[in-house]
């Protein structure tokens, strides 16, 4: 049996505008995804998917002859996610033929050790465990299939903090490191609802192209400012100065504004607007000010960031 892991990422800056260009900053989580791969005597997949609590909540039989082409079968037409998976397992097929001429199939199993509602990384670490599995190239895997500027895949990879920069030619993917000071002082609150990420990039696709590319440069200049800063108080400003652009962009509301407003450190919304994860500034005297109102999913750094 062949066994693969994934990290799961949050995106610390560059939401949005890194699908055109800018520079963003992820960092790689504790948590994220295992594949299983053991050889069956019969030519199918068989995919079992498991949640961090071992329940399974996904399963369904691939016929390996079927991936010949990209038509799905009916048997997967009504369920969104076999059907997503089977133009997945297509796609990655096609970049490794050898999986489709052979007289034997698999067994795959898929585990997360975090919620898949937090947001942390469910398909880019799919992607980046079938890409290693099947020795291909995860980038063009994601774009034939889910979508996205990469940044994902690169931090599930390299296991490491990174910078990243989308480019038509290549991607411009650097390690870095993150361990300012004041990093007991980070913390990351779940505000119990999962982002869409594609209704997330419609919205972002329709904002004025000369506002957008203001933006870009904006974005790419603070992110390596973030990356190096080793002040609290210049942190919390430069988080506030990233919300205003992208607030501004997007014609959104901050969450801070809209959830938060009387809250006294900082609170940044990371990946799409809406959803999923924000980070706070604060003490753990602080973080009571979340729990009071319900947020009950509330990770120091030290507890969530690899």
């Keep these: 049996m062949q066994k693969f892991y ?22 790689p989580t504790k948590f994220g995804q295992t594949l299983e791969v053991k050889k ?24 390996i002859a079927d991936l010949e082409n990209s038509e799905v079968p009916q048997k997967h037409q009504n369920n969104e996610v076999s059907k997503m998976l089977f133009l997945t397992l297509f796609s990655a097929a096609k970049m490794a033929p050898e999986i489709l001429k052979c007289n034997h199939g698999y067994e795959i199993n898929t585990k997360t050790d975090f919620p898949r509602h937090w947001g942390l990384g469910t ?28 940044y994902d895949i690169a931090v599930a990879m390299q296991k490491t903090p990174v910078t990243f920069e989308k480019n038509e030619s290549q991607n411009s993917i650097l390690k870095t ?26 919205h972002y696709r329709q904002q004025d192209k000369k506002a957008l590319d203001t933006a870009i440069e904006k974005i790419s200049a603070l992110t390596h400012i973030i990356v190096n800063c080793k002040d609290l108080l210049e942190f919390e400003l430069l988080l506030e100065v990233h919300e205003n652009i992208i607030s ?30 924000v980070l706070a500034t604060g003490t753990a005297e602080d973080l009571m000010y979340f729990e009071r109102k319900g947020y009950s999913t509330i990770l120091p750094y030290s507890e969530i960031i690899l």
Aim: charged share 20%; no cysteine; aromatic share 14%.
């Design 6 to 27: 994934s990290h799961g990422k949050l995106l610390i800056s560059g939401e949005y505008v890194v699908l055109d260009g800018a520079t963003a900053f992820a960092l």
């Design 248 to 277: 501004q962009l997007l014609g959104l509301q901050k969450v801070k504004n809209r959830l938060f407003p009387d809250y006294p450190g900082a609170v940044k919304s990371l990946g799409g607007w809406g959803g999923d994860f």
């Design 177 to 202: 490191s993150f361990a300012p000071p004041f990093k007991d002082q980070l913390f990351f609150v779940h505000l119990n609802q999962k982002q869409n990420s594609r209704h997330s990039i419609e």
């Design 123 to 150: 398909s880019s670490t799919l992607i980046a465990n079938l890409a290693k599995w099947m020795q291909i190239d995860p980038y063009k895997l994601l774009e034939s299939t889910f979508g996205g500027s990469g």
């Design 40 to 63: 069956t005597e019969d030519p199918v997949i068989q995919w079992k998917s498991l949640d961090h609590k071992g329940e399974i909540w996904f399963q369904d039989t691939f016929e």
